[in-house]
């Protein structure tokens, strides 16, 4: 067991990455000061352990890691494996303040072990997008946001990279599309091998990758019925499978749901949804690459906003359907006070200006309800209204602000302060 102990100790303390996301680690910190047990789900393209590594500055023998992927002999099987590995590093190196876990779902009676160390007293971080432990922090890390990452590249990436390959760390720096590709593909089999196949143990694994690539090029609200019989017309799958299916890609954050606000009724309609891809790359793998720029775009927005904190839906104003509602807020407990920042996101299709026109007539006519909260002295709420075009010049456009309609294009909007 010894070695085992070495092989995870080594692999923590050499885990880095270049590229994280700032925000995100501010809040592993405070979770991790505040609470003795906190579970930590990723994208599948972040290197997960290099934000333990970067968000404890304790000495490394204070830190009990064990990833079950580094297990190659299938030493921990079960919760007593589990406890004896830990006394035997602390027969090493003393007791552990920290306690690590990383791709353990497999273990049986993991949680039962989880739950016995946290009430003794250890600080224990469970870093599996599998395990879910009641009434404590869950916290989701992305990889930088596109102004972070933009401004770390300077010129050695461009928008049009990010359509297709984002956020594909570790090749950002390759030049050769096709050599960026095969690594994509080769990464998107070990995906779906390692964090879907094996772990819900799936058997029919063309039914599995069917139904992703049909997602990956879906760009429409649909239902769970209406989203059966569609793919139900090239392939034989019943609609209890494509739920399944589904609520595994969920859980698993390959991909996101996002419901629709009727501004009409003023709620969130739960009988049809969008899916997007957590990492767009994924979504253009599993389509040859070929995801409509629309498509993508939308895609990609969707990601930056959520990067950025902000709770998305999309939205419909009687019959103006828009891309986003997106949402965010920020509490200031000494004053009392509620910072809310509201956006109305909508891509636009317009080829001419007249067309533009009626776009930003709709999105102009979508109305504003202010929140009311009886709980918070100071409310101070913003609401910005965006549409994004492909290419300013190309539109003749004097004008960028129409009331409150600001038109950017993607980038801009993507560098946004």
Known sequence: MQELIEINLNYLKNSESFFYNSNISKKIKSAINKENLITINWLYTINKTSYINLNINNSINNIFYFNKNLDFKNIIKCKSDLTELIKEFSLKYNKAEYIILENISKI?????????????????????????????????IYSADYKTLKNKLENNYNINNSLIFWSAEEIVLVNNKKIKINILNSQKDEILLRDLIEIYSIKNTFLLNHTITFLSLLNNSTTLRELHRNISENIKISLVTLIEYIDFLLNSKLIKRVYSYDFKKKKTIKTKAK?????????????????????????????????NWFKVKSATNWKFDFNFYANKKDFNKLKNTKKIEKLYIHISKAEDKQELKKEINKLNKVPYFPTLSKSWENIDETISRYLIVDSISDLGIKKLQYEEVKIVELEEFLMRK
Request: proline residues 3%.
């Open 108 to 140: 049986k009676e993991i949680k039962q072990f989880i739950s016995k160390f946290y009430k003794a007293w250890y600080k224990i971080i469970i870093i599996d997008n599998n395990i879910k432990i009641p009434s404590k922090p869950e916290i989701e």
């Open 275 to 307: 899916y997007f891809f957590s990492d767009l790359w994924i979504r253009n793998s599993f389509n040859y690459f070929s995801t409509a720029k629309s498509t993508a775009t939308e895609n990609l927005i969707f990601n930056e906003l959520e990067k």
